[in-house]
């Protein structure tokens, strides 16, 4: 079966797909709200057929690449149609890719459920870190996008914004603020090195991709306590298991260090996981905020993060609110059903109370 790979994707964003799965001994499958749709249920790809719509939108260079590491991550952009994000690997022998549709435009942070109040919190922090966690295709980058995209159109005071990605996925045009976008494996060799050397370049705001390992966590520290904004990224599920994450990583003689240093640089703490809508098409996030006062400093500086959640739920005046919390206000309002919403939770007392609902 002759088709193009600009054809599938066309008919991937006509369908307001999120991914298009590409592999062997399976169709085209786009992975729309929530649900896994084939392009063409009768059209079984073979080997063959994944490598020749896969090399479709990759490079010479990507090829060979590939074929030494055996997976490579790589952005592709149609011209005024969006952007993907791809992970070619190989399964089985034969090429396999995962493309995560990049909208061309940055969506305003109202469009995606994230509060005045909380994006202007944000742009107001002076220095520290701001991590957005959650789950693979929970949206973080999103959020992420539409928080450089309101400072760079209404955050005040101009900023120089450098991004260091793996691979680039939304384009920002400077506006009010300067921003340079490098990316991992083109502009620059590693997080590492792309931190570090954001610091030598006049930096207000850094975004680093993902903060995937020690030294990564360590650098980002670093700038965080040089009077920079870090914003970054973790697939931990809740404020208090993102602290953990970042503390654990680290020896354990040098916990009580971390532990200290987290509590001078963590300024916020969003975790999100997007959930089908009921109410129309499409899906909605779900997220717990946690702003890092006086309370929550001392109970990550005292290694007590078992209690952060308390802290979480008596600073909702700060506009703070724990997971379960936002997921039970959106099936409150029927925006999401009950029987999602029960799968999600996880505090026993106010599950008990949802699943007794008539």
């Not at 944000?122 to 966690?133: H, R, V």
Request: negative net charge; glycine residues 6%.
């Amino acid at each position: 079966m002759a088709v193009s790979i600009l054809e599938i994707l066309k008919e991937a964003v006509a369908e307001q797909a999120s991914d298009i799965l590409i592999t062997a001994g399976s169709p085209v499958t786009f992975h729309v709200f929530g649900q896994l749709i084939p392009y063409d249920a009768d059209w079984v790809l073979s080997g063959t057929e994944t490598q020749d719509l896969i090399y479709q939108f990759m490079t010479m260079e990507q090829r060979k690449v590939f074929e030494n590491e055996r997976d490579i991550d790589l952005a592709y952009h149609i011209q005024g149609l969006a952007r993907f994000r791809v992970a070619v690997f190989q399964q089985r022998g034969t090429l396999a890719a995962v493309l995560r549709l990049v909208p061309l435009r940055v969506p305003h942070y109202s469009e995606i459920g994230v509060a005045e109040r909380v994006i202007l919190e944000m742009a107001n922090i002076p220095n520290g870190l701001i991590l957005i966690t959650g789950p693979t295709g929970a949206g973080k980058s999103t959020t992420i996008a539409s928080y450089i995209e309101f400072l760079n159109t209404e955050g005040g005071t101009p900023k120089h914004i450098i991004s260091i990605e793996d691979p680039i996925e939304f384009l920002f045009t400077p506006k009010t603020c300067i921003i340079d976008q490098r990316e991992i494996g083109y502009d620059v060799k590693d997080y590492v090195r792309g931190l570090r050397a954001a610091l030598r370049q006049m930096p207000h705001v850094i975004f680093v991709g993902e903060m995937r390992d020690r030294e990564t966590i360590e650098v980002a520290l670093t700038a965080a306590e040089t009077g920079n904004i870090v914003i970054s990224t973790l697939s931990t599920q809740s404020a208090a298991k993102t602290i953990n994450r970042i503390i654990d990583i680290f020896p354990v003689e040098h916990q009580s260090e971390i532990r200290t240093r987290l509590a001078l640089t963590l300024k916020v703490v969003i975790s999100q996981v997007l959930m089908r809508r009921i109410d129309q098409p499409g899906r909605v996030a779900a997220r717990e905020m946690m702003f890092v006062n006086n309370a929550v400093s001392n109970l990550i500086r005292e290694g007590k993060v078992h209690q952060i959640n308390n802290a979480i739920a008596t600073g909702a005046r700060e506009g703070m609110v724990l997971m379960d919390d936002s997921i039970l206000d959106l099936a409150s309002r029927g925006i999401v059903s009950y029987a999602s919403a029960v799968i999600r939770m996880t505090d026993a007392e106010k599950l008990a109370k949802l699943k007794a609902r008539p």
